[in-house]
Antibody, heavy 118, light 106 residues
């Protein structure tokens, strides 16, 4: 049974960075890909990017290129998403989700609320 | 690739048959997924590959389509189905989502 467990809520100042973790268990972490999706309050879902831990391949949404970094530690089956130069518009719940190649994100983390406030 | 869902919101009654559509701005073969999201929860995969039911999802949910036009159908609405539904394309980076369809109780 696949589980993705994310790190806890964060409160950040404008201009700072945040790093969210996503620890996987029960699956094939290295060969799967992990996508990151965010949801601003009352808004829809937005795909930020993905990483394939085994290959080190990363793809980022164009709007976030240069500001978002995806990494993974295969030894601990943990993926990370770091977002820099935070503004209030980055206040959102950030989700990680697994993609095993069947054209759907089948397992999701519980979400991490990031609040950006001065 | 942009995905346009319609309607944006929908009021229906328990037992109704409901259809939500998702139109892609260019062809995406069958690389489309549907998700259900309830308030405060992570999205849940319902349909992948446009028409394959995810394990554990009730058979009243079905998906169809290929290319640019897709549908999600709920054959007989149950109380637990009132939620927001999203489509997502996984054909081309970025893996964009539709804007969502909120299904409310009439």
């Amino acid at each position: 049974h696949v589980q993705l467990v994310q790190s806890g809520a964060e409160v950040k100042k404008p201009g700072s960075s945040v790093k969210v973790s996503c620890k996987a268990s029960g699956g094939t972490f290295s060969s799967d890909s992990i996508s990151w999706v965010r949801q601003a309050p009352g808004q829809g879902l937005e795909w930020l990017g993905r990483i394939i831990p085994m290959l080190g391949i990363v793809n980022s949404a164009q709007n976030y290129q240069g500001r978002v970094t995806f990494t993974a530690d295969k030894s601990t089956s943990t993926a990370y998403m770091e977002l820099s130069s935070l503004t209030s518009e980055d206040t959102a719940v950030y989700f990680c989700a697994r993609y095993s190649g069947n054209y759907g994100l089948d397992y999701w983390g519980q979400g991490t609320l990031v609040t950006v406030s001065s | 690739i942009q995905l346009t869902q319609s309607p944006s919101s929908l009021s229906a009654s328990v037992g109704d048959r409901v259809t939500i559509t998702c139109r892609a701005s260019q062809g995406i073969k069958n690389y489309l997924a549907w998700y259900q999201q309830k308030p405060g929860k992570a999205p849940k995969l319902l349909i992948y590959g446009a028409s394959t039911l995810q394990s554990g999802v009730p058979s009243r949910f079905s998906g169809s389509g290929s290319g640019t036009d897709f549908t999600l159908t709920i054959s007989s609405l149950q109380p637990e189905d009132f939620a927001t539904y999203y489509c997502q394309q996984l054909n081309t980076y970025e893996y964009t989502f539709g804007q969502g369809t909120k299904l409310e109780i009439k």
